[in-house]
C-alpha cells in the first residue's frame, strides 16, 4: 500500500527529506482507454454505452489477472500499474512480454469478434517505470507518483484505436524476458514491432522513444 | 502445455492440457494450423484437462475457428471446465463455438 503524504506545515523541510528516502517501485505502467466512448454515450445512450464498458473491461483479460493493479480508472480510461516485485509472484502472467503480448491479444480478439456493437475498440500505452514512488497525497487511496509515470502518459497522446505504444525501456524489458525464456520474437506480437520513433513531449527534457503494435 | 491427438475416423480429437496462456500457445497455434493445412474438416478440442485459458489462448481458438469455418470444416469443444466456461461467457466466446458437455457428444454431431 502506498505511504501516505499529509504534512500540515506547508514550511516543513521534513517532507523533503522523507520523501527523498522514499525507494523507488520500478514496474509497468499502463494507460488503457476506450475508443470513441464518449461519442457513443451521446449518439446511442448512456445504457448502450455503459453496456459496452462493461462488455470491453470484461474482456481485457489483464483486468481479471492484475485486479489489484488498477490504480484509477475515469469513465473509461484506466490505469494500471504492475511493479516488478507482483510480477515475480504471479501465478500466469510473470514477465513484461506476457502482458503485452495479452494486451495485443485482447486488441485482436476485439477486432475479430464476428458479433458487432458488443464492444469498444482500445488504445494502450506502456512504459517502464524505474522513476517511480508508491505514494499518495489522499488518505486511503493507492497511487504511483514519478517522472516514469508522466512519461507513461505522454505516451497515451501516440496510441490510437487498437494500437499500443510502448517505450524502448519497456521493449528491452520484454525482450529480456524473450531471451531467457528462449522464444523467438518472431513468434510474438513483438515481431509486429514498428521502427523506433524519438520525439519531444510536453514537460519532458528529453526526446522520448517509443514503437508501436497494431492489432 | 501436454497436446494428444487422436482420431475417431474422420474426426480429429485435440486434447488440451495444463494452461493455455502466452508461453504456450505457440504450440497449439502451430498443431492446430498443422492440422487445418492437412485439410482436417471435423476438429473437436477437448478441454478437460485445461485449467487455465488467457487472451492469447483464446486468440488461437478464434484463429482456427476462422480458418476452419473458411474451409468449410467445424471446429468443436467439449469438457471446458467452470472456469474456463466463464472466461468463454464473458468474453461472448461461447457464442461463437459449438460447445458440448462431453466427448461424445461432440464427436457425435459430426456422425
Known amino acids: 500500500m502506498a505511504v501516505y503524504i499529509n504534512h500540515k506545515d506547508p514550511a516543513s523541510g521534513d517532507l523533503v527529506k522523507i520523501l527523498n528516502k522514499i525507494p523507488p517501485c520500478p514496474g509497468t505502467c499502463i494507460f488503457i482507454d476506450l475508443v470513441e466512448s464518449t461519442g457513443i454515450k451521446y449518439k446511442k445512450g448512456v445504457g448502450h454505452w455503459g453496456r459496452l464498458i462493461n462488455n470491453t473491461f470484461n474482456f481485457i483479460s489483464i483486468l481479471n489477472d492484475f485486479p489489484e493493479n488498477i490504480v484509477k480508472g475515469i469513465g473509461d480510461e484506466l490505469m494500471i500499474y504492475i511493479p516488478d516485485e507482483m510480477l515475480a509472484k504471479k501465478e500466469s502472467l510473470t514477465n513484461h512480454y506476457s502482458i503485452i503480448e495479452e494486451l495485443y491479444s485482447t486488441l485482436l480478439n476485439i477486432k475479430s469478434f464476428p458479433a458487432k456493437n458488443l464492444f469498444m475498440d482500445c488504445k494502450i500505452a506502456m512504459h517502464y517505470c524505474s522513476n517511480v514512488y508508491n505514494i499518495t497525497f489522499l488518505k486511503g487511496y493507492n497511487d504511483y507518483y514519478g517522472k516514469d509515470i508522466d512519461m507513461a502518459a505522454r505516451l497515451m497522446s501516440k496510441s490510437g484505436k487498437n494500437r499500443i505504444v510502448f517505450s524502448e525501456a519497456f521493449y528491452q524489458k520484454a525482450k529480456e524476458d524473450l531471451l531467457s525464456l528462449n522464444i523467438p520474437e518472431e513468434y510474438t506480437c513483438l515481431a509486429q514491432k514498428s521502427e523506433l520513433v524519438s520525439e519531444n513531449f510536453k514537460g519532458i527534457p528529453f526526446p522520448v522513444v517509443y514503437r508501436t503494435i497494431d492489432a | ?111
Request: proline share 3%; with cysteine; glycine share 6%.
Open chain 2, 1 to 111: 502445455m501436454i497436446i494428444n491427438t487422436e482420431n475417431e475416423g474422420n474426426i480429429i480429437i485435440l486434447s488440451l492440457s495444463g494452461r493455455l496462456d502466452t508461453m504456450h500457445f505457440p504450440l497449439v497455434d502451430k498443431e492446430l494450423a498443422s492440422l487445418i493445412e492437412k485439410n482436417n474438416k471435423e476438429i473437436v478440442l477437448d478441454c478437460k484437462d485445461l485449467d487455465y485459458i488467457s487472451s492469447s489462448g483464446l486468440r488461437v481458438l478464434l484463429k482456427a475457428l476462422k480458418q476452419m469455418e473458411a474451409g468449410k470444416g467445424r471446429l468443436t469443444i467439449c469438457n471446458l471446465q467452470p472456469q474456463i466456461a466463464q472466461i468463454f461467457k464473458i468474453s461472448g466466446f461461447d457464442r461463437l463455438f459449438e460447445i458440448y458437455p462431453a466427448k461424445k457428444e461432440a464427436v457425435a454431431s459430426y456422425l
